[in-house]
């Protein structure tokens, strides 16, 4: 009846309830009650798988007659035929699950007050049904037990109590191989292993453990969101699942705003600071790429550890982390129960080869006592023909005589028979303790392989214990290298950004003092135009109102450096140090006045008096070099 249900969409807990229920008509109901029950649980059964309805088929299989599947064949076949087997995976597991709930909880959910609501209660009977084995009835190992425990506990904040588990589990019936749900259900709710801790802090635990073992939550949290259209920024709960992320207003997931799609082509990418935002990093889809931010560095990071591996998970085809765990779980045990069961075999061999020899001594045990028996009989009768013979041989001394030789003979010959006999059981006597030896030694070889067996275990649970905590200082050590290279691809950024912005400082420089050196040159150009005007004009005695073409300047119109003052003006030492350096600089100059004159015409050596007169104003003042700066 139930051949093959396994398989299907659908949790092993509906095929239980259902198998009891409807194997097990309801006592003390009619049989007109119990059809109609069995009609409401189908449609409901149709309308919660996402099955479609067949009213026909319904009215014609629960027909109120000898006929029909509800007298005589059972509601099973109906089940599997019109609903089981069109089942697809696109139900709500949830809403199916609560239908389960609905279904048993006010018959077995314990009537003790229990530190969780009822909602919680049905969270726990949901990962009850994920983390049990695979066979009817449902039960879960003590293994099993110990790892919702332990996700509890670390989901509350608090530290595991392995002593207490191992005191649980010592307590535990050695009869049973597990706990059903209920029983998990009262073990979880009664506080027994979360002492301490409020309501309010264990229905957050059991939510999280939820929504990551049932809902495949693999992290969830709120960052904010730069939008497509209007480019602003919004804060919104973002929950991540094996191949999608989506967002909503609010951790209540009431209010959806959108989907993220994952793919194997999908990446993730960590984004520099801008625009007042930190903690930058990127999701490029195959569509669309949404830039996010996280509060800090630490979620940034882990985010985006998270989005990878999830991805990569994509690429291998592999299932979510706690199903691939479970998994690797449940064949861990299949794999030592399979060992128990060959060590299990083997001694049952070894105990039929040692109960076979036992057979065996004692055969030859029991053949010793025969030929020992054997042998005080015969020498019984020896002596008793012995004394018949003495007795006769009185009476028949003389009849004897005869057959005196004869009977010496007899006797000669009955000795040395005895005596291989008394040989024969001294031999047997000496096998028997030898046997009895090899009995022995074949207990204490036992007894070695029990010892040597027990260690064995013992060291294989200190491998098994040490192997785990190799594992977890292996990923906190990964963690911490990836922590560690993504600062130091931070630093790199930094690094890069400030050489160029150097660079472009050193380049401004250079082109700072580039045209620093040409106005400087200017500068002295232009000061040195402005002394050989002043000179040629107070020392030369050019006559300015002479525009006649061969107006000359002899050598004799070159002055020294002592007749440059015609006005009689008091040199300043000062004006000295400046006329020196002008003076040397002009003689060149003056020599070759006349020639420029006539090249350069009345109108242009008119521009040159004029500079001369500028300079001239210059020297009026007190300090000359100022002044002539300023005129310049």
């Known amino acids: 009846m139930w051949l093959g249900l396994e398989t299907l969409p659908v949790s092993l807990p509906l095929l239980g309830l259902l198998r009891f229920r409807y194997s097990h008509p309801w006592p003390h109901a009619s049989p007109f009650e119990l059809a109609v029950g069995r009609q409401v649980l189908s449609h409901n059964l149709c309308t919660v798988l996402k099955v479609p309805h067949d009213p026909v088929a319904l009215e014609e299989h629960f027909r109120d007659d000898d006929e029909g599947p509800v007298s005589n064949q059972g509601y099973m076949p109906y089940l599997n035929k019109f609903i089981l087997e069109k089942v697809q995976d696109n139900f709500d597991k949830i809403e199916f699950n609560r239908m389960c709930w609905t279904l048993c909880v006010k018959k077995n959910l314990t009537k003790n007050p229990l530190l969780i609501t009822e909602e919680d209660a049905f969270k726990v009977w949901v990962i009850f049904n994920f983390l049990s084995e695979d066979k009817y009835p449902l039960l879960i190992v003590p293994e099993e037990i110990e790892y919702l425990l332990k996700k509890l506990t670390e989901a509350m904040g608090g530290g595991w109590q392995q002593e207490q588990f191992e005191h649980y589990k010592i307590n535990f019936d050695d009869s049973k191989d597990g706990l059903s749900a209920w029983e998990l259900i009262e073990l979880v709710g009664n506080g027994q292993f979360s002492k301490g801790m409020d309501r309010q802090t264990v229905s957050m635990a059991i939510n999280e453990v939820f929504n990551e073992l049932i809902l495949d939550v693999l992290k969830q949290g709120y960052m904010m969101k730069k939008g497509h259209k209007r480019k602003n920024w919004t804060e919104r709960w973002f929950v991540l699942k094996p191949n999608i992320i989506s967002y909503y207003v609010s951790e209540d997931l009431k209010d959806k705003k959108g989907d993220i799609l994952l793919d194997e082509n999908c990446c993730v990418e960590s984004l520099p600071d801008k625009d007042g935002k930190k903690c930058l990093f990127l999701i490029k889809c195959f569509d669309k790429t949404f830039e996010i931010s996280a509060s800090d560095k630490k979620k940034k990071q882990e985010w985006i550890q998270a989005i990878h591996s999830t991805v990569h998970l994509l690429k291998l085809g592999s299932p979510p982390p706690h199903k691939e765990a479970r998994q690797r779980r449940k064949e861990l045990r299949r794999k030592l129960l399979a060992e128990q069961e060959e060590l299990e075999r083997q001694m049952k061999e070894l105990q039929a080869a040692n109960e076979n020899k036992q057979q065996e001594l004692e055969s030859v045990r029991k053949k010793l006592e025969e030929a020992a028996s054997r042998a005080a009989d015969e020498e019984k009768k020896r002596l008793q023909t012995q004394a018949e013979l003495q007795t006769r041989f009185s009476t028949e001394l003389e009849r004897e005589k005869l057959i005196r030789q004869q009977m010496e003979e007899q006797v000669a010959q009955k000795s040395s028979e005895l005596e291989q006999y008394l040989q024969r059981v001294r031999e047997l006597e000496d096998m028997y303790l030898k046997l009895q030896e090899a009995l022995e030694d074949e207990r204490q070889a036992r007894q070695d392989e029990e010892t040597v067996r027990k260690l064995q275990a013992r060291l294989l649970e200190e491998e098994s214990s040490k192997r785990a905590e190799l594992e977890k200082w292996h990923l906190a050590q990964q963690q911490a290298i990836q922590t560690t290279e993504a600062e130091k691809q931070e630093l790199e950024q930094q690094r890069v950004l400030k050489e160029q912005a150097l660079q472009e400082a050193m ?126």
């Not at 040195?528 to 525009?547: H, I, M, P």
């Not at 300043?572 to 070759?592: H, K, M, N, Q, Y």
């Open 507 to 632: 380049a401004q420089l250079e082109q700072l003092e580039l045209e620093r050196k040409q106005a400087l040159e200017q500068y002295e150009v232009a000061g040195l135009t402005y002394a050989c005007a002043w000179l040629f004009r107070n020392s030369w005695g050019v006559d300015t109102s002479s525009s006649e073409d061969d107006a000359t300047v002899t050598d004799s119109a070159v002055p020294s450096k002592d007749s440059y003052n015609v006005s009689g003006s008091i040199m300043t030492p000062v004006e000295s140090v400046f006329l020196d350096w002008a003076f040397e600089s002009c003689r060149g100059i003056g020599e070759d006045t006349g020639h420029r004159h006539r090249v350069l015409g009345d109108q242009r050596f008119d521009a040159v008096l004029s500079a001369l007169a500028q300079a001239h104003c210059c020297f009026s003042h007190q300090n000359p070099v100022h002044s002539f700066l300023a005129c310049h």
